[in-house]
């Protein structure tokens, strides 16, 4: 499964769900959360619910095309658990994220909240806080973490971190939730670029996050879904030379091969799978 771009989408505004889902994203999240006022929430909980019925009619698992459906739900002590009832009685999204994961505890917390009504989805955790991005690997080890997403904005909230285009001041979080992530192989989401009218911007933080390692960066608007796209799509040599090596990794009886004059190993073979995953998701290839 390909998450290069994770758009949010309020949960309180029926035509903006409905709109996300045509944005071209990777994974559609429809947040109960941060987006929602807290005296909305419970029409948010019943707008989200009514989308995914739509959506997915009786079906409890989806099986037509388009994004990953995904709902944020408020932390368990405010709202969290009525969130995981509502939504294990409609046709169920195809995975949940859990906001300000602090430690394993409050993974497996949802675990358990989500075990009493017989559902277990991918769980999707944002590393939002300094103890969040520290205990990193750990929230990884969790079985049911199908990700990592760090948040910057709430991490600067929480240290007192003042931020800035280049994003220094954040690079040692941005690592260490990379590393975490790959240990434990599960995908790492980067941070949302804010300014949402800053092509140029969002393509140049975006090149940024290729560069970290992250698999997807998550957006705030339709219209940052198509640049976050464009970058995670690798360049038509990349995917020739990424072609060249599955295929001659499918051929050879060795664990080492040449390709062109190139020593190939199992790394370079998971990177060549790699870029052909993204390509496939960008209608590139086959």
């Given amino acids: 499964m390909v998450r290069r771009s994770v758009l949010f989408s309020p949960g309180d505004q029926k035509s903006l769900l409905t709109k996300a889902l045509t944005s071209g994203a990777d994974v559609v999240v429809y947040d109960l959360e941060d987006a929602v006022a807290p005296p909305e929430k419970p029409t948010a909980r019943e707008t989200v619910c009514t989308v995914l019925s739509e959506q997915l009619g009786e079906d409890t698992q989806k099986t ?10 408020n932390p368990l002590d405010s709202g969290g658990k009525a969130d995981i009832e509502a939504l294990s009685s409609h046709p169920r999204p195809d995975s949940v994220m859990i906001p300000k994961v602090n430690s394993p505890v409050a993974v497996e ?4 909240a989500m075990a009493k009504v017989d559902w277990q989805p991918p769980l999707l955790t944002l590393l939002e806080t300094a ?6 690997q750990a929230i990884a080890s969790v079985p049911e973490t199908a990700a990592l997403l760090f948040g910057a904005e709430d991490l600067s909230a929480d240290t007192g971190i003042q931020r800035t285009a280049g994003g220094d001041e954040i690079s040692y979080a941005r690592q260490h939730v990379v590393l975490a992530a790959n240990a ?12 949402f009218g800053d092509t140029d911007g969002l393509a140049t933080d975006t090149e940024r996050a290729v560069q970290f390692g992250f698999d997807g960066k998550m957006a705030i608007h339709p219209a940052q879904v198509t640049v976050i796209n464009e970058v995670y799509t690798p360049a038509p040599e990349r995917i020739d030379w990424a072609q060249t090596v599955v295929e001659a990794a499918e051929t050879t009886q060795s664990g080492v091969f040449a390709v062109d004059g190139e020593m190939i190993d199992a790394p370079l073979i998971a990177q060549a799978e790699t870029i052909l995953e993204r390509a496939r998701a960008a209608g590139e290839v086959d």
């Fill in 109 to 112: 917390s949802v675990v358990d």
């Fill in 184 to 195: 434990a192989g599960i995908d790492a989401i980067d941070t949302l670029y804010t300014d």
């Fill in 64 to 73: 037509k095309e388009g994004p990953e459906l995904c709902v944020r739900i």
């Fill in 131 to 136: 103890a969040g991005v520290l205990n990193a």
